[in-house]
């Protein structure tokens, strides 16, 4: 049964966020959020939960207290996506509630019913943590991480907002659930974190003095922790993640090491989407070997900033230009020369949320980075005499290899592909090299556990070279 359905947008990141005290980036920052797995701004898990409990026990006012409840946060939901709430099944023991995005389960929550009401768990006392920023901590910190956040700091805004939630768990409880996301998105794991689940029983309401907590099992491969808690009347395990920091490129010294001075040096190019990722790394090796570069940004400012500075310091020449792919070819009048290559390293987010096996919408936001953007970029500067310029289109292993959940992401490298084929043939460009490249460490491949995997500089200097042999 259809419970309720919303969609969450800025302002309610906003409002969680100042009352919760989770500020996060991957919640609340945009660019900061595109650096990480998610890739976009992500939801609060905890927001859903009391939303999705608030329109159960609005439906369903007589309900009984529940004894235990357990979640899981199986999917991101993105700041815009429309999710909805429904129960699966309901008998005197348990219920299951879910909150789904485009039919897939995001999150799963289990409430349980009884007499009984367990004991608190003992978990000792430790020194009260209260960042105003996340912490930024080593994983060999977050195995021996222990103390007590304070209650929220709007609990009266809180029970406001749900109210027929707070009616059955009663105020303190539904504070302390609200803690739990301060406890990972801010304490531990802090900055790096990812809410994975909870599995907690309701103890009887205490001093409302917050929630106790001590990592009781880390497993640094998976890079995953369980916390103990107590405290708010709820006690038992919270499951998260510390994922990956943002990957971090190989610097100008060590691309020295293997790109001759001077290499370069009648290049002028200009590659775009150089500000992170393998565009960092083209822009760099060919500004150590003397290249001339200029490297465009769609909103990461401080990021093509970094690049260039880096290049500079080393000296090395370097410009940026803003340039997104989507908005067309008109914003290359900025260019202050007509390049001799051209790299072609823009991309939206391309690892998303698991769903149906095609998305026309997803499809349609790679198609226009893929195809229509690199279209529009080369047909912009052919109208400046560039034809004679040398393209680099990356195509990707993806298309061939098929791997799950990445249909609309090959169909559109592969449509790339076939562009670049006809613009060499009908269009008579005189070099466009296309490459299918596997995946290479970035921010957009990051993973919670290592995986062997070729080094971003290594993979790209032969396709420079190539392009300028």
């Not at 067309?328 to 939206?348: D, I, K, N, R």
């Amino acid at each position: 049964m259809t419970l309720s359905d919303r969609i969450f947008a800025e302002a309610d990141q906003t409002w969680f966020a100042a009352v919760s005290g989770d500020c996060n980036p991957m919640h609340m920052d945009a660019l900061a959020a595109r650096r990480t797995m998610a890739g976009y701004p992500v939801v609060h898990g905890i927001h859903m939960l009391l939303w999705a409990l608030d329109s159960l026990f609005k439906t369903q006012p007589d309900f009984p207290l529940p004894n235990a409840i357990k979640v899981g946060f199986e999917k991101m939901v993105y700041v815009g996506d429309s999710v909805r709430a429904v129960t699966i099944g309901h008998d005197p023991a348990r219920l299951r509630l879910e909150v789904q995005v485009e039919d897939v389960v995001a999150l799963s929550c289990d409430l349980t019913f009884g007499d009984s009401v367990p004991e608190a768990r003992t978990i000792p006392d430790g020194p009260l943590l209260s960042p105003a920023e996340p912490l930024d901590l080593t994983f060999e910190e977050m195995e021996d991480a222990r103390g007590r956040v304070p209650p929220p700091p709007s609990l009266a805004r809180i029970v406001a907002a749900f109210p027929s939630l707070t009616g059955v768990l009663g105020a303190e409880r539904v504070g302390t659930l609200v803690s739990t996301s301060y406890l990972v998105g801010m304490v531990c794991p802090g900055l790096h974190s990812i809410y994975r689940g909870l599995n907690l029983t309701l103890t009887p309401e205490g001093a409302g003095d917050g929630l106790r907590f001590r990592v009781r099992h880390a497993d640094e491969d998976y890079r995953f922790l369980r916390l103990g808690v107590a405290g708010g009347g709820l006690a038992g395990d919270i499951d998260c993640n510390a994922r990956p920091a943002p990957a971090a490129q190989a610097d100008m010294a060590k691309i020295a090491q293997h790109v001759a001075a001077g290499e370069f040096a009648d290049v002028h190019a200009l590659v775009v989407g150089g500000s992170r990722g393998l565009g960092e790394v083209v822009a760099k090796a060919l500004a150590v070997g003397g290249a001339r570069v200029t490297l465009t940004y769609a909103v990461g400012i401080a990021d093509a900033a970094r690049v260039r500075d880096e290049i500079v310091a080393f000296g090395g020449q370097c410009d940026i230009l803003r340039y997104d792919v989507r908005e067309g070819a008109e914003q290359l009048s900025a260019l202050q020369l007509v390049p001799t290559a051209v790299y072609y390293m823009a991309t939206p987010a391309i690892f998303r949320r698991a769903g149906i096996a095609y998305s026309d919408a997803k499809f349609q936001d790679f198609f226009r980075f893929y195809v229509t953007g690199f279209s529009a970029l080369c047909q912009g500067l052919a109208r400046q005499g560039g034809k004679d310029i040398a393209v680099f289109y990356p195509s990707s292993t993806a298309v061939e290899d098929r791997p799950a959940n990445m249909t609309e992401y090959a169909m559109a490298k592969a449509a790339g592909e076939l562009l670049c084929a006809d613009m060499a043939k009908f269009e008579k460009w005189r070099r466009i090299v296309v490459r299918r490249l596997p995946r290479l460490p970035t921010d957009q491949t990051a993973t919670l556990f290592e995986a062997e995997s070729e080094d971003p500089l290594l993979a790209m200097l032969p396709i420079v070279r190539d392009m300028h042999r």
